[in-house]
């Protein structure tokens, strides 16, 4: 029940965030002191906070999974991190721009809400399928045991269909 109660925080803190971060790459584009304004208030007030939702309970997510180590969480946890700094760097293109008469946005920032979606796309494959590339242990040379992984007895109020259907682990649960 809690791992459930923590995965629908962090699918509605996901939905916020990339709502603002959108929101954010739109009026990089736009001219109007007004909108910026605006834009920034609600970055401030809805925006951030929705980010380190994501984090706090992404993370939380994970090590209950035990997914550390797999390539498929690496590849998400980078490429959220990317859309973290795109959203540092998109903020402070438009607190710039509010506060200095002759600041532009660059040009790489205009395709920003195409980035955010081409993104967003990669994590939602990598999250729904979660592919069975090689893990990085493998390329480490260390053993890889089949034993049964923890994530199957540390989320016992699940049962096993519900714990595919939530997690599609790699394997097979006992």
């Not at 992404?58 to 550390?68: D, M, N, P, R, S």
């Not at 395709?111 to 590339?133: H, R, W, Y």
Request: charged content about 10%.
């Amino acid at each position: 029940m809690i791992y459930q109660v923590i995965k629908a925080i962090h699918v509605a803190s996901v939905m916020s965030f990339i709502s603002g971060l959108l929101i954010l790459a739109v009026a990089a584009k736009a001219n109007n002191l007004v909108v910026l304004r605006t834009v920034r208030r609600w970055d401030r007030c809805f925006t951030l906070p929705a980010l380190g939702l994501v984090w706090i309970t992404g993370l939380t997510i994970a090590i209950q999974g035990q997914w550390f180590g797999n390539t498929w969480l690496t590849i998400k946890l980078i490429t959220v991190a990317g859309l973290s700094g795109l959203h540092g760097v998109l903020t402070g293109a438009l607190r710039r721009i509010e506060f200095e008469s002759t600041a532009t946005v660059p040009e790489f920032l205009r395709q920003a809400g195409v980035v955010v979606i081409a993104a967003i796309t990669v994590i939602s494959f990598l999250v729904i399928l979660k592919p069975a590339v090689p893990s990085f242990r493998a390329f480490t040379g260390s053993q890889i045991t089949t034993a049964q992984p923890a994530a199957c007895s540390t989320m016992a109020g699940l049962q096993n269909a519900e714990l595919h259907a939530a997690a599609r682990p790699l394997h097979r649960c006992a």
